[in-house]
């Protein structure tokens, strides 16, 4: 399984992850980047569909910032559990 969420501390609002993967990233009111899989509130606890590890390898890839977090387990938002 992989849960992913977006560490806003971090990220610089660059924009890269919503176009990488629309399915799974859009932004805030400040263009900051979160997780918008239904029921996850940006908190990596939500399993990310087979379908779309595509579109997260390509927005973690992508961060210039390392934003993008991924884990095997949920990380109960906190960013500090990515793998
Ligand atoms: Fe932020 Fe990285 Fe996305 S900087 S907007 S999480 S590509």
């Not at 806003?8 to 890269?16: H, N, V």
């Not at 629309?22 to 900051?32: A, R, V």
């Not at 210039?64 to 990380?75: A, E, F, N, R």
Request: proline residues 6%; glycine residues 10%; negative net charge.
């Amino acid at each position: 399984a992989k849960y992913t969420m977006v560490d806003k501390e971090t990220c610089i609002a660059c924009g890269a992850c919503g176009a990488a993967a629309p399915d799974i990233f859009d932004y805030d009111d400040e263009g900051l980047a979160e997780n918008i899989l239904e029921g996850d509130d940006n908190r990596g606890v939500v399993e990310v569909p087979e379908e779309l590890y595509d579109q997260l390898e390509d927005a973690h890839s992508g961060c210039p910032t390392g934003s993008i977090k991924i884990s095997s387990q949920p990380m109960d938002g906190d960013p500090g559990k990515a793998e």
